[in-house]
């Protein structure tokens, strides 16, 4: 959804995967379930925690997080780090919400888990302890082996990428899955789990996606022909 709305100038040397979804969509699945869950109510303060050294973070807060929250009539309040690896800006948030009696926390961050751990690490050192919304970007899979206890207990979310939210070890789950790896280690790469394949898994995967939506293209390739059959594929 958000490839289609780039003029084509500036999209045309863009690669993406259907694996991972945009920003705005996983912070829909994740607090839209704890909505529909009576995990997120009127009654529920949520802190919002963002770094601002990429407008990419501010840009989901601003355009699904907060209109969310708001559509809901659930109160919130909204931090800023300068970057991921801000600590005393995490210290600072986790007194923030600790002060506004923030009950759930949800983030807009890069560097997959490592500032949400760092998070964690500075509420453990508060005494807060609040309920985690989390997702695909966050890697609960590699926060939950090494944040506290205490703090990791409270992890709960949604997501659509495996790797990030379970352990590796459950692989693979397809026939498709099972084919990526076969190819993988018949070049010698010896891969085990998704963890160790992922960026050769997601790059077999595109492979295989432009064959198949290849396939359903009438007539000669071509690029129009290939975005609009991949447009109907489902």
């Not at 601003?62 to 800006?89: C, F, H, M, Q, R």
């Amino acid at each position: 959804r958000d490839l289609h709305s780039f003029p084509t100038r500036r999209s045309s040397d863009l690669l993406f995967t259907p694996t991972q979804i945009s920003r705005d969509a996983e912070q829909q699945l994740v607090l839209g379930l704890a909505h529909s869950e009576g995990k997120i109510t009127p009654s529920t303060r949520v802190g919002i925690l963002s770094e601002a050294d990429d407008p990419m973070y501010g840009r989901v807060v601003t355009n699904a997080i907060e209109p969310l929250l708001k559509s809901w009539g659930v109160p919130y309040t909204a931090e800023s780090l300068a970057n991921g690896a801000d600590t005393s800006g995490m210290s600072s948030a986790v007194l923030q919400f600790k002060t506004a009696n923030v009950a759930v926390v949800t983030f807009s961050l890069g560097s997959g888990g490592i500032p949400e751990l760092l998070f964690m690490d500075a509420a453990n050192g508060q005494h807060y302890t609040p309920e985690y919304a989390m997702g695909d970007s966050t890697d609960t899979s590699f926060v939950a082996g090494s944040a506290p206890a205490t703090e990791k207990a409270r992890i709960w979310g949604a997501g659509t990428m495996p790797l990030a939210n379970v352990s590796p070890n459950q692989y693979p789950t397809t026939p498709q899955e099972q084919t990526c790896l076969n190819v993988e280690n018949a070049a010698g790469l010896g891969y085990h789990n998704r963890r160790s394949s992922l960026t050769s898994t997601l790059y077999c995967e595109l492979v295989h996606l432009f064959v198949a939506v290849g396939k359903t293209v009438p007539g000669a390739l071509s690029v129009a022909g290939w975005v609009g059959a991949y447009r109907a594929f489902g």
